[in-house]
């Protein structure tokens, strides 16, 4: 069996140095989550051969890089699957299993049998929950995100921020704002935010520039953003100035659903896009929408192929919300069940990435974000909009405004556990 090891370093943006520097010498690389083992210094690490053990230590010498650690890679048993196989012995969902388990790509229709077959959703969700411990472990990471703009150029038919929309009262925050709502999140004990916003050029590459430069200085958070399609010498320079993450969603990977749901949008261009933002060294989120029109089961497992060739780091999958004063008003919502199917089905197929439970879960159903975290998910994403701007973020309706204290009854409730920095903020405030 190939031998592997774990470079985990001191913090994120350090982590995506050196893995470049790393690939500058053609030693190839994997970004995994960090089994919970190795501690939580950094949620992600630089997988690689242990041939290369003795290039990469002394190209990290020579570079005068201090790191957390380098630690062999235990080989996983993943007793998850190996308990599953020996239950469902001869099946065709064992069949599946150990295709996957050997590191064969099943066939798209397999794929689509693990979609569609109800007697097997029990076995497939906790089988995906025990691989997400296994392979991260009890914390669910939460993130903030704050909404800073709801204007927006496009027109997707789906999201209620489209430009036709007329009947909402549009917002543009302040940098100072978006600082303020930043350092609030940094008191919660909260390491990462997100900024997202509809695609608004207002905000031009020097004012992105300073939001990333001044959130970075005052409070260190780790920077993902969120702003659809931009230049890609604009991604290098968000990049170089701090940025580390990009969530860019592909909603779907079939060519002709994402045309007829983007009125403005090339599906090819969506596509060079995540490419230069993997080039760039982002770690690089994406998703799909279960429940555009046109999809199917099919699809939905090209779309886990498409993420899996793309090398995306984080898979945000969630249901489709019909949405006021936009053409898909009249729609049938997403599937929760299968939207559920999708990430427990996403986990056990890419197993070494991020799940989030989406925002779009928990507003078609309050525990439809627990259930996303009892099935494969392992993130929660809190609203960190300041109050007045909130409703008008509606990019769909009734969105649920998930807050610190949601987001820790969802925790408690799965019996996971809550990030450390918070609840040593909490009792911070408690005595402090
Ligand atoms: N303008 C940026 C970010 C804001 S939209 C962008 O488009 O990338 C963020 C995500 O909200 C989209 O990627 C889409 O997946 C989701 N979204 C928008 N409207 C939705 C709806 N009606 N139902 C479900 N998800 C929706
Ligand atoms: Fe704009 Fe993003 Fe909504 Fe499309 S999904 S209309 S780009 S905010």
Redesign the pocket.
């Known amino acids: 069996m190939e031998s592997n090891y774990l470079l985990i370093c001191n913090s994120t943006n350090q982590m995506l140095q050196a893995n470049k520097l790393i690939n500058q010498r053609n030693i190839s690389t994997d970004l995994i989550p960090v089994p919970a083992e190795y501690g939580n210094i950094c949620n992600t690490g630089i997988r690689f051969s242990s041939e290369k053990l003795y290039l990469v230590k002394e190209l990290l010498n020579e570079q005068e890089m201090l790191v957390h650690g380098i630690f062999p890679l235990k080989p996983r048993r993943y007793e998850g699957i190996i308990q599953a196989l020996r239950d469902n012995a001869e099946n065709k969902f064992s069949k599946i299993i150990n295709k996957i388990h050997i590191g064969e790509v099943p066939t798209l229709s397999e794929l689509v049998y693990m979609l569609d077959t109800e007697q097997v959703e029990e076995r497939l969700f906790s089988l995906a929950n025990k691989l997400r411990e296994e392979i991260i472990g009890e914390e669910v990471e939460i993130r903030g995100a704050i909404?800073f703009s709801n204007i927006?150029k496009?027109n997707?038919n789906?999201?209620?921020?489209r430009r036709s929309n007329n009947k909402l009262l549009r917002y543009r925050m302040s940098v100072e704002e978006i600082l303020i709502a930043a350092q609030e999140l940094s008191e919660m004990g909260i390491k990462t935010v997100i900024l997202?916003?509809?695609?608004d050029s207002w905000y031009d590459t020097s004012t992105i520039v300073e939001i990333i430069t001044k959130i970075r200085q005052q409070t260190g958070l780790k920077i993902t953003l969120?702003?659809?399609?931009r230049t890609k010498e604009e991604y290098e320079i968000f990049r170089e100035a701090g940025a580390s993450n990009y969530?860019?969603?592909i909603?779907t990977s079939d060519e002709e659903i994402f045309a007829q749901a983007h009125p403005d949008d090339d599906f090819n261009t969506r596509v060079k896009h995540l490419k230069w933002l993997k080039e760039l060294g982002y770690l690089v989120g994406s998703?799909?929408?279960i429940?555009l029109p046109g999809q199917t089961s099919e699809t939905i497992a090209k779309d886990l192929i498409f993420f899996r060739n793309m090398g995306i780091h984080m898979i945000?999958i969630?249901?489709?919300?019909?949405?006021a004063n936009?053409p898909?008003s009249e729609l049938p919502q997403?599937d929760i069940n299968l939207s559920l199917r999708t990430i427990a089905l996403t986990r056990l197929f890419l197993r070494n990435v991020f799940i989030p439970a989406?925002t779009?879960l928990a507003t078609l159903h309050p525990a439809a974000q627990e259930w996303g975290l009892e099935v494969g998910a392992n993130k929660l994403m809190i609203i960190a909009t300041p109050a007045k701007y909130r409703a008008a973020y509606c990019?769909?309706?009734d969105k649920r405004f998930v807050d610190l204290d949601n987001a820790l009854t969802a925790i408690r409730n799965t019996k996971r556990k809550i990030p450390q920095t918070i609840t040593d903020q909490m009792l911070y405030h408690k005595h402090g």
């Open positions: 909404e927006c496009k997707c789906y999201c209620g921020l997202q916003s509809g695609e969120s702003l659809g399609e969530l860019l969603k909603e998703g799909n929408i429940g945000g969630g249901p489709l919300i019909p949405t936009t898909y997403g989406t779009a990019i769909y309706d």
